[in-house]
């Protein structure tokens, strides 16, 4: 482009005109075939534009102005999520002596996560690599600005011919990698060592998270699809879960399975809290729980909506249908809770809105409302069964009940996607980029063992590496405070500090 700039000056009508069309081509009416993400450093070229009869031209898309605000807006809201939101939800489950040591790990792991995900994490998970990793591409954000042209890089979306500028994408995938790795720290709350906690993140992160978000997400976008040939190449070079077809929009197996089962093995390999089943240990504030619920909430059309990448039909889709089901989980629950226990609770109402976010993660994009609808309501009560019933079962102490809510949603979310994304339910279906779209053939059956496999994959991998990271974490430094420090609380014997004060 920059050796024949002379020659675009005085082309400039021309130009203007082709790149005025790609900028205002309609993004595609169908969901796409996952919630899988751009290629690190993926710049597209479409098919070439008008040119004169001398000499073809192809001229790069620009990034629309709405979709690069959008998607700024969309990184807040999940970086919102995360501290306070999560940090919040989390201070408030626990006694009031653990209160200050929630809030730090949550948002110390989260600044720790985005250092990695700026130093190698983002080019791991999102460039081509093997079908299991990335590669060091983009290692440090290398190439993303080039300061010889000085042009900076765009990743794809979804739609042929719509691109974002790659660095907001960097930053809304780094949201969603810190904020998993916060989550796992309610399954061993109020008894864990804060510099193990802080080695364990670092292996999990980057053995755990970073494999499994490739193997889902990864793809190099769908600029390259003109026939069948062309696809078959693209859908090669992606993440295997996504060459297998396996829907995640936002993050049901990546996020959620993921993180729930770290969470449970840290549990397990910890042990329980002292007095755990003997001694009261209520939440100390559920009026903190509350707000850090409904912080969640709105954070979660962020990351929800924002999954789309673009400002467009399907992040409505996305946005009504998290609207919907989570308010349709949180009634669920509480009539469940109601009719078991004779009375509704301000805890239970709040669990029920989580539930009902993280069911409706992996099919926000790929379902009908009334999907939408019957997963939340599905949702509410599977995870109500989660941390009562399956708790019971498992025997583990998991402080905040991260697998009740985030492992059960995120395991019935990602099953009911196969269902509900059926056409004939009312879903988007499977986008076809060679016939540019929906693709008339879908089997409900299919794909839910397509679903049901890449849940299997998430939970296998992440029990494995967690329990290998918890290990080392446990000899080199010690997983476990001393059982004197864990009865007087993390606050003062960990960090000197106290929430409250007479």
Not at 211 to 217: E, G, R
Request: proline residues 4%; glycine residues 12%; hydrophobic residues 55%.
């Amino acid at each position: 482009m920059s050796t024949h700039f002379a020659y675009w000056l005085r082309m400039l009508v021309l130009a203007a005109v082709a790149a005025f069309a790609l900028q205002g081509a309609g993004p595609a009416s169908a969901a796409p075939p996952a919630d899988a993400v751009a290629a690190a450093g993926q710049t597209v070229a479409p098919a070439p534009a008008a040119a004169p009869a001398q000499e073809a031209v192809v001229v790069k898309p620009i990034p629309a102005k709405g979709d690069t605000a959008w998607m700024f807006v969309s990184t807040l809201l999940v970086i919102m999520m995360a501290i306070p939101g999560l940090a919040l939800f989390y201070g408030g489950l626990v006694r009031s002596k653990n209160m200050v040591s929630v809030l730090l790990q949550v948002l110390m792991i989260f600044s720790v996560v985005i250092v990695l995900w700026f130093a190698y994490g983002y080019s791991l998970a999102f460039t081509a690599g093997s079908p299991f990793i990335g590669s060091l591409d983009r290692l440090f954000l290398a190439g993303i600005w080039d300061p010889a042209s000085g042009a900076f890089s765009y990743a794809a979306t979804f739609s042929k011919g719509v691109v974002i500028p790659e660095f907001i994408f960097v930053a809304f995938q780094g949201a969603f990698a810190a904020i998993t790795c916060g989550l796992v720290v309610g399954a061993f709350a109020e008894r864990a060592r804060f510099s193990a906690i802080l080695l364990f993140t670092a292996l999990w992160f980057t053995f755990g998270y970073l494999p499994v978000a490739h193997m889902v997400w990864f793809w190099a976008g769908p600029d390259a699809i003109t026939d069948a040939a062309t696809l078959a190449a693209t859908t090669d070079g992606a993440g295997w879960l996504w060459q297998m077809g396996a829907l995640d929009f936002a993050g049901g197996t990546v996020v959620h399975i993921n993180a729930a089962v770290a969470g449970l093995v840290g549990s397990v390999v910890i042990g329980k809290r002292i007095g755990y089943g003997r001694e009261s240990m209520a939440p100390h504030s559920l009026a903190l729980t509350m707000v850090g619920a409904s912080l969640l909430w709105v954070g979660w059309f962020g990351f929800n909506a924002g999954s789309a990448l673009e400002a467009n039909d399907i992040a409505a889709l996305a946005f009504i249908n998290t609207l919907l089901a989570t308010a349709a989980a949180t009634v669920s629950w509480v009539i469940g809770e109601w009719t078991a226990k004779g009375k509704p609770s301000l805890l239970g109402a709040a669990s029920g809105a989580v539930s009902g976010l993280v069911a409706i993660t992996p099919a926000c994009g790929f379902v009908g409302p009334g999907g939408a609808l019957a997963i939340g309501l599905v949702g509410g009560l599977a995870c109500l069964w989660g941390v009562n019933g399956l708790k019971r079962m498992i025997g583990a102490d998991d402080s905040l009940d991260v697998f009740g809510v985030h492992g059960v949603g995120g395991i019935v979310g990602a099953l009911l996607t196969g269902v509900f994304a059926a056409p004939g339910l009312g879903g988007q279906g499977i986008f076809d980029y060679v016939a540019n779209q929906a693709s008339a053939e879908y089997s409900i059956a299919g794909q839910l063992l397509t679903q049901a496999k890449a849940v299997g994959v998430t939970v296998v991998w992440s029990a494995l590496v967690a329990y290998i990271a918890y290990k080392v974490a446990d000899v080199l430094l010690g997983l476990r405070v001393p059982e004197e420090e864990e009865r007087e609380g993390l606050d003062i014997t960990s960090h000197g500090e106290s929430a409250y004060h007479a």
